[in-house]
């Protein structure tokens, strides 16, 4: 079979079958009398399966020991071209979020983009200075696509570049949510962490909505700066969250000072109350414990607390009794 007839059938063309002739991939067993090149049964096999193996990825090259070298094994080989293939693909999708970022802001120039691309540069920079000054950069101007600032304060581990993150993020609206909300979902402990805290730092409510949600995560540390977030925002849902967190001494001072806010409001007053004295009486709350709870107690105005008060003066427990008995003289001096 001549050289038209096997690119015609093949499909490879006849430019690439001269190219395997020279690297003698495949050379034509034999000639015409006119000297063309004639392509054997065998030979047009040999051309589909380098063209199978040159469709996993493989270089010419390794196509040739593939087939040549008997004591070529493919493990190694393949083992490579997963690890190669999963790179390639990483930084495909690398480029594939920064196109869509840049897209978002929806550029009127290729001034606009140039300035995109070096802030998103920046936010990516190993100098936490410069991570820093593109999250507070974020202007009417040249805004940071939002889900550029949401991976970067996901990932970000200095304290100083992660709180100017989380401003960014708030000024932004709520643009990031639902990125955050996939955050607090995600396996790893500090990104969930990460994520609570920016929610924590938006003020709609559908941040606060998500908060709500986050009172019932897993995650105790979630859950835990999910409460302190809706405590400050005035959400009574947070109560039995922040009680707990007073019990196991975990942010409790945070915690009572919520608890004293949420206070203010009559209604929520009586809940903490309750829900404090409620906890005092269990027998499981150790003696530390049930000095902490009796401490929170002194921001929370009503009859219920004064009378939880007078009665945990006479307490067995000497340090709950003294407590209580300044608290409530804390009290009578208001």
């Known amino acids: 079979m001549l050289i038209g007839e096997v690119a015609r059938r093949s499909g490879v063309s006849a430019r690439m079958l001269r190219h395997y002739d020279s690297l ?23 051309i589909l399966h380098i063209e199978s193996l040159r469709s996993l990825g493989l270089s010419l090259r390794e196509v040739g020991r593939a087939l040549d070298d008997p004591g070529f094994t493919p493990s190694g080989l393949v083992d490579d071209l997963i690890r190669r293939t999963r790179e390639r693909i990483a930084a495909e999708t690398e480029l594939l979020t920064r196109l869509r970022q840049i897209d978002a802001t929806e550029p009127a120039g290729w001034d606009g983009v140039l300035r995109i691309v070096a802030l998103l540069q920046a936010l990516g920079s190993e100098s936490a200075g410069k991570r820093q000054r593109a999250a507070l950069s974020s202007t009417e101007e040249v805004p940071v696509p939002v889900g550029a ?27 990031g949510l639902a990125l955050l909300a996939e955050g607090l979902g995600s396996p790893v402990a500090e990104v969930r962490e990460r994520a609570v805290r920016s929610v924590a730092e938006i003020p709609s409510n559908a941040a606060t909505a998500l908060l709500r949600d986050a009172l019932t995560h897993s995650d105790l540390t979630v859950r835990r700066c999910a409460a302190l977030a809706l405590g400050a925002r005035g959400a009574a849902d947070a109560v039995p969250t922040l009680i707990d967190m007073i019990v196991e001494e975990t942010n409790d001072a945070d915690a009572a000072d919520a608890l004293g806010a949420l206070a203010t409001d009559p209604a929520s007053a009586d809940q903490i109350a309750t829900g404090l004295v409620d906890r005092l009486a269990q027998a499981v709350v150790g003696s530390s414990a049930r000095r902490r709870l009796t401490q929170a107690l002194a921001d929370v105005p009503g009859t219920t607390t004064s009378r939880a008060l007078a009665e945990l003066a006479q307490d067995e427990d000497r340090a709950v009794a003294l407590t209580a008995a300044y608290v409530l003289g804390l009290r009578d001096a208001r």
Do not use: Q
């Not at 495949?26 to 096999?45: F, H, Q």
């Not at 600032?149 to 960014?168: F, K, Q």
């Open 24 to 46: 003698g991939l495949v050379r034509p067993t034999g000639r015409t009398r006119a000297g063309y090149r004639e392509y054997s049964g065998e030979d047009i096999r040999r």
């Open 149 to 175: 600032l949401v991976e970067a304060a996901l990932s970000e581990t200095d304290p100083n570049v992660a709180g100017a993150l989380r401003w960014a993020l708030a000024r932004s609206g709520d643009g």
